[in-house]
């Protein structure tokens, strides 16, 4: 799809290259993060269509990934074909009352990554990580600015023409892939939604089933009335709950990848050669399905009162958030690693707990388990190692609502500005290890 190519290159040159890996109190993230581009899919025929597609605009990248957005945040549905079967346009969708099969789900998931390789996304992924300079491929560049910003890489560390002579450099390089490159993920959100209406009258065959049951019994219209009055206040609630399909893609980056990539791309001065041969790749660079969520909650409820659109943009971002949270813990490379942020002292100078800044957004609960790992470099061959040091378990209680609009709803744990942790078994843990949820397979013991 030409048009799309020019527009995701178009777009991607007017984005801010180096991320600001820093939390909202200015504190520097010093451990290397998965990066993330999010997404979703347009319904323009639903009647919320076009205020889920404001409020997703204005949605950010979940903050505890590094944000590899490239300006492209919608994708419409008419631009799947035969998805659901020869000369038909679109996903299959999810309703109120028709919820996707597992295998709708698959062919779904597939033609997502289909149309997402057609476009070459996972080139202009790459592009981005290099820090390409313009779509003029006689004046385009690439660096590593961004690689040596986000992996914490000193300035000489990544020089990739001397990197090429020698084997130390070579596994920096392929550190910085398999860490970075490799932890590179675009989540496609299909949202679709269930109005009150739609609930209220569900709700009202349900209540006149129930009424006439009663009818039955009593002999007179008590049941009906009761059942009348039961379906006039359903009417009278508003605002809708999010339905969201979500599908998590991975850019494919391996050292053959890469060899080809430094070997016959990779240039820190014009050279028009490399650079159209790069920028018509259409095969090399793939984004691979790994991972789908399904959301919804029909009994959450939302404090306060809202204008449409801040309740859109609420439900919006709490469903992704909570989508996000469950691939979290069910793919492996897409686990979260989030520093410790404090150490916490009692007034005998023993150890009471350790902080991190991470909460109810991220899914976590007091049946939670962490593991405490070190990140270690190898002096002799320049790459990561991840070394387990302790368990921790949330204290309930002191989980901290971290949500979106948390503060507003008056969450009390919105007030807390941390989440507090025990440890359940380990060596001694220090400000600055990571923590992970669950196993995670790089970990040595």
């Known amino acids: 799809m030409k048009s799309l190519s020019t527009l995701l ?19 520097l993230q010093k451990y290397r993060r998965s990066s993330l581009a999010t997404m979703m899919i347009y319904h323009p025929e639903d009647e919320f269509g076009k205020d889920i597609r404001e409020a997703y605009e204005k949605i950010p990248v979940p903050d505890k990934y590094d944000d590899h957005d490239m300006g492209l945040k919608v994708l419409e549905n008419e631009w799947f074909y035969n998805v659901q079967g020869k000369g038909k346009s679109g996903l299959y969708k999810a309703s109120f009352t028709k919820k996707l ?38 004046t385009a560049t690439f660096n590593m600015e961004l690689i040596k910003e986000r992996g914490q890489y000193d300035a000489t560390a990544l020089d990739v023409q001397n990197a090429k002579l020698t084997t130390r450099g070579l596994a920096t390089l392929s550190d910085a892939g398999e860490e970075l490159l490799g932890q590179t993920f675009i989540l ?18 349900a209540l006149g089933i129930l009424g006439a049951i009663g009818d039955a ?58 650079m159209s041969a790069f920028m018509n790749d259409t095969s090399l660079f793939k984004v691979k399905y790994v991972a789908h969520e399904y959301e919804f909650d029909s009994n959450s409820t939302f404090k306060g009162k809202y204008e449409r659109s801040d309740l859109v943009k609420l439900n919006c971002t709490r469903s992704q958030d909570k989508n996000v949270a469950a691939l979290q813990v069910a793919y492996e490379d ?15 100078g023993k150890i009471e707990g350790y902080t991190a800044k ?20 190898d002096p002799n061959t320049n790459k990561t190692r991840y070394k387990y040091v302790a368990t921790l378990k949330p204290v309930k209680g002191k989980i901290w609502d971290n949500r979106y609009m948390a503060a507003e709803e008056k969450s009390d744990a919105a007030n807390l500005d941390a989440t507090f942790f025990k440890k359940a078994g380990g060596g001694d843990i220090y400000p600055g290890m990571l923590i992970i949820e669950g196993k995670y397979r790089k970990v040595e013991e």
């Open 9 to 27: 290159f178009a777009v991607l040159l007017t984005l801010p290259l180096l991320a600001q890996q820093k939390t909202s109190d200015g504190t």
């Open 101 to 138: 099969t597992s295998g709708n789900v698959e062919k779904n998931a597939r033609a997502i990554e289909q149309f997402l390789n057609k476009s070459n996304v996972g080139l202009y992924m790459v592009a981005k990580w290099f820090n390409i300079s313009s779509e003029d491929p006689a």
């Open 217 to 274: 019994f009593t002999g007179d219209k008590t049941g009906s009335n009761l059942a009348q009055a039961a379906s006039d206040f359903a009417d009278s609630f508003t605002g809708f709950k999010v339905m969201n399909h979500s599908y998590l893609y991975q850019l494919q980056w391996n050292d053959s990848v890469a060899a080809v990539f430094y070997n016959n791309y990779y240039t820190e001065v014009p050279d028009e050669a490399k």
């Open 334 to 348: 897409f686990k979260l690693k989030t520093p410790i942020y404090e150490v916490k002292m009692n007034d005998a």
């Open 358 to 377: 991470v909460g109810m957004k991220e899914g976590i609960t007091e049946k939670s388990k962490f593991q405490v790992i070190q990140r270690i470099v």
């Open 188 to 205: 496609i959100n299909d949202m679709t939604y269930v109005t009150a209406e739609e609930r209220a009258a569900a709700a009202k065959v």
